[in-house]
């Protein structure tokens, strides 16, 4: 579950400033899904798939978040695929907004480890609440891995018997007490630290050069939007 949210090895997008990769790939996400025609569309895609390109992602990495959209998007696409034959222009906008906003967060996800995304999002006095949120969403998501993983061992160990064999709704229960548990553990022992409701960040480093060009360069993709 987790590694679902770990950052991709090699990315070349991986040194610049958290910043600037979150208003950039924002950005453009928001332009795209702005899109008003097939054109402008089009030209923003071309864009993005240069900057995905130039991430040395590999195809597989790329076709894997594809797939994660594809039951959504293909829905709405083939509803209004039925609803306004023959004009398929609203069905293919559909697609290709979906995929477009998708490769560009994908990018902001692969070059950035949450920490640096969590203060990012704080320097740029993001409500925190949401970067709170945001950032216990992930660490439990991990508890409740970590739980599960443990359950599994112990099952293992006691009986030896198969996941088919194992009746889910009593072990599900079980993952849930467990992990409420160990959850209030965690935020008793965040307490007896002084945790304030705010996430402890460091000092901020300028923007350089190239941080600067990343997100100019993403929020370009507004452009098409004025001559579509």
Known sequence: MSGAFSPVDGCRWADLDSRAKILGTMGGALAISAAPTLAALGLQLVAAGAVVAGSRLSLRWVLQRCALVTPFAAMMAAFLAFERAPDYAPSLLVLGKAYG??????????????????????RLRVPAVLVVTASFTYRYAQLLEQEWGRMDRA???????????????????ALFVRSWDRGERVAAAMTARG??????????????????????????LVLPLFFG
Request: overall charge positive.
């Open 195 to 220: 945790f304030t409701g705010r996430l402890p960040v460091g000092p901020a480093q300028a923007l350089r050069a190239g941080d600067y060009a990343f997100a100019a360069g993403l929020l370009l």
């Open 155 to 173: 099952r293992l160990s006691r009986s030896g018997r198969t996941p088919r064999q194992v009746a889910w709704g009593p072990r599900l229960a």
């Open 101 to 122: 906003s998708v490769l560009l967060l994908g990018i902001l996800v692969a070059s950035t480890p949450v920490p640096e995304l969590v203060a990012g999002l704080q």
